[in-house]
């Protein structure tokens, strides 16, 4: 908190429950006519750099995140609707997500600049105010939290909360192995729920395999803008199927592939766009990676995942419609 500057406005700590759920939020009110803004101390920008704010809205609509050092480097945002207004040249992949309670996570790429500078957040009054030319009614607020910026970064990760320090952000990574409960059955259905970051780095992947093989495995992946589910299996037969094309940046995608021998079915956000019943199931999976790599973060799943789950039966039509229902 000690690491914020404002301009024409007041900043009130510790005013509000944050998405941690903790009362650690500010409130700021603009105080005067001109520009009223929050801003970091001096970060660290790298080619690209990603950056995240955390948003509340309070009476001000209008939102403006700003990195100082680049006149192409600004986005405005609508904090009550949750939409994007207009962007600088050189800003990009914007994504804004609902963490619920009315708070939005507003993230997305600066491209083109490194240097040491602030960003900002200025409280608009409209969707098309240029760089750092955004200003608000005296007496408007909003509630914020949570700025990040993060060097040499095509998108956005988690959020870390510091104080005035940077810190180095340890790889995330995800795999389960030789989990005989839950992996390795006859049957069963995956469960994925996640929003789509636009990041795609040759394959995109989620993979339940054999071994980490080629031959047996349960595939989500991206290819340019399509999502796309693959099975293959020793025992015979294969499946590949699109399941969306175009994908959407910024949308929820709710997924259960279910799989057993001449049984094969997708449902996406509550409706079943596939089916096989010639395709044989993979032959003894026992591991779970978000990459094709069971040791490394190589062609990752670079999403934002909610939540996984693997059940060892599968499961009614009407269980897999509730459970991928938005």
């Known amino acids: 908190n000690s690491s914020f500057v404002t301009n024409s406005c007041t900043i009130d700590y510790n005013n509000a429950t944050s998405p941690e759920g903790i ?6 009110t603009a105080t005067g006519t001109s520009a009223s803004f929050v801003r970091s101390l001096n970060i660290s920008f790298t080619d690209p750099s990603a950056f ?24 405005n945002v609508d904090i009550q609707n949750g939409v994007f207004g207009t962007n600088g040249s050189d800003t990009s992949d914007l994504l804004i997500e609902d963490y619920g309670n009315g708070w939005y996570r ?3 790429k600066f491209s083109g600049y490194s240097g040491t500078n602030t960003l900002r957040v200025y409280m608009g009054s409209n969707s098309s105010a240029v760089w750092a030319s955004a ?13 990040q910026v993060e060097s040499n970064a095509s ?20 795999y389960l192995l030789n989990n005989t409960d839950v992996i390795g059955q006859e049957e069963g259905v995956v469960f994925i729920d996640f929003v789509f970051t636009g990041i795609i780095e040759t394959y995109s992947i989620f993979k339940l395999s054999q071994n980490n093989s080629s031959a047996d495995r349960l595939q989500l992946y991206f290819e340019d803008t399509r999502l796309i589910f693959l099975s293959r299996s020793t025992s015979g ?3 590949t199927q699109i399941i969306e094309n175009p994908t959407t940046i910024g949308k929820r995608y709710k997924v259960a592939i279910q799989y057993k021998d001449l049984d094969f079915k ?61």
């Not at 510091?162 to 995800?174: F, L």
């Open 23 to 28: 009362t650690n939020a500010y409130r700021a």
């Open 52 to 75: 995240s704010v955390f948003f509340k809205y309070g009476n001000n609509q209008w939102m403006q995140i700003i990195n100082a050092g680049s006149v192409n480097h600004y986005v």
């Open 106 to 108: 507003v993230s997305g």
């Open 135 to 147: 200003s608000a009614i005296v007496g408007n607020y909003y509630y914020g939290y949570g700025f």
């Open 155 to 174: 998108y956005a990760t988690s959020y870390i909360p510091t104080s005035g320090s940077s810190v180095t952000r340890n790889v995330d990574a995800c």
């Open 237 to 239: 037969g294969g499946a």
């Open 266 to 326: 997708v449902y996406l956000n509550g409706t079943q766009v596939y089916t096989n019943t010639t395709a044989y199931s993979p032959n003894g999976m026992n591991q779970v990676t978000f990459s094709n790599d069971a040791t490394s973060t190589q062609f990752g799943f670079f999403n934002d995942i909610k939540q996984l789950s693997l059940f060892k039966e599968i499961l009614t039509n009407d269980e897999l419609e509730e459970l991928t229902t938005l």
